[in-house]
């Protein structure tokens, strides 16, 4: 079964509205998530580090008060759009490490479409 | 983080044995190489991981030579379903580390 989940898996709205991506771990607690976006036809970008517990780490371009990230939990973390305009139209996809296992999750993505 | 460079498109027919070579001049001593493969609209599925020589798996094989720059992903006898973009990644720790995805290759399999 799926063990890092998105929510929505969808989502349009209008433009100037903010949008929330839930990224939740199913089967264990992580203290670090991922957090990439996706354009058509392109590959992976890596948008930031969300954090259990502090503020998250924002790679270089991405605008942080753009894009905000809570970790509120240790197995949650939320990306919120705010003020999206078209251009943030994109795939979100989060990815989780699972340090018991070794390995490293994927979500299934959220869509996003901005009207 | 080592950057990485594969083809941008391969086509295949099913049944036929498909290898999709990487290149990662700049890779650390203590960095490893994993592939993932992803599907339309659904995030990146883990395939295999290596470090050094040939690794095997249900799904895949991973050839590494001796100096570690390059890396091929060996797929058995493709299916319609293998349709999809295969990522080759280099770091320090797949499992914990942020992941910089390159271009990816884009795999066609024609019946």
């Known amino acids: 079964g799926a063990v890092v989940s998105q929510h929505p898996s969808w989502v349009i709205c209008k433009s100037g509205t903010s949008v929330k991506i839930e990224c939740r771990s199913l089967?264990?607690?992580?203290?670090?998530m991922f957090w990439y976006r996706q354009f058509p036809k392109q590959s992976l970008m890596l948008m930031a580090t969300s954090n259990e517990g502090s503020k998250a780490t924002y790679e270089q371009g991405v605008e942080k008060d753009k894009f905000l990230i809570n970790h509120a939990s240790l197995t949650l973390s939320t990306l919120t759009v705010t003020s999206a305009h078209p251009e943030d139209s994109s795939f979100y996809i989060c990815?989780?490490?699972?340090?018991?296992?070794?390995?490293?999750?994927f979500g299934p993505g959220t869509r996003l479409l901005v009207l | 983080l080592a950057k990485t460079t594969q083809p941008i498109s391969m086509d295949s027919y099913e049944g036929q044995e498909v290898n999709i070579t990487c290149s990662h001049n700049?890779?650390?001593?203590?960095?490893?190489i994993t592939w993932y493969q992803q599907f339309p609209s659904q995030g990146p599925r883990f395939i295999i991981q290596?470090?050094?020589t040939k690794v095997t798996n249900e799904v895949a094989s991973l050839f590494i030579p001796a100096d570690r720059k390059s890396s091929t992903l060996s797929l058995p006898r493709v299916s319609l379903s293998d349709t999809a973009v295969y990522y080759c990644?280099?770091?320090?720790?797949?499992?914990?580390?942020?992941?910089?995805f390159g271009t990816g290759t884009r795999l066609q399999v024609f019946p």
């Open positions: 700049n890779i650390a001593t203590n960095d490893y």
């Open positions: 990815s989780v490490p699972d340090r018991g296992r070794e390995t490293q999750y």
């Open positions: 089967d264990f607690q992580a203290t670090t």
């Open positions: 990644l280099v770091a320090l720790s797949y499992n914990t580390d942020k992941l910089i």
């Open positions: 290596g470090y050094k």
